[in-house]
């Protein structure tokens, strides 16, 4: 059995920061790639930031800049930090990991609200 568990959602006025944690836990033998994605009001869910086991980021130009992707492979969690947040940055943030010889798994979905 695999679990992920996010953190760190909540409300912010825009201009603020969060930082959002998803932790792998139980039968991993290793993470790979790891990615956040993102599901505004009326929109589809969407992929926007990526790293991978060496480090390799990949990032939206609509959050690069403002967003930071990283992990920490010891805790098997990876981290967003979110900084100058925009109202349309409000949406349900899902972390989904690559873990080693079973596949992608999806954490359970954080609320972030940005007001204006």
């Known amino acids: 059995q695999v679990q992920l568990v996010e953190s760190g959602g909540g409300t912010v006025q825009s201009g603020g920061s969060l930082r959002l944690s998803c932790a792998a836990s139980?039968?991993?033998?290793?993470?790979?790639?790891m990615y956040w994605y993102r599901q505004g009001p009326g929109n589809q869910r969407k992929l926007f930031s990526s790293?991978?086991?060496?480090?390799?980021?990949n990032t939206d130009d609509s959050v690069l800049g403002r967003f930071t992707i990283s992990r920490d492979d010891a805790k098997n969690t990876v981290y967003l930090q979110m900084n100058s947040l925009k109202p349309e940055d409000t949406a349900v943030y899902y972390c989904?990991?690559?873990?080693?010889?079973?596949?992608?798994?999806w954490g359970q979905g954080t609320q972030v609200t940005v007001s204006s």
């Open positions: 989904n990991v690559e873990i080693r010889y079973k596949g992608n798994y």
């Open positions: 139980g039968d991993v033998v290793s993470v790979d790639t």
């Open positions: 790293i991978t086991l060496r480090g390799n980021t």
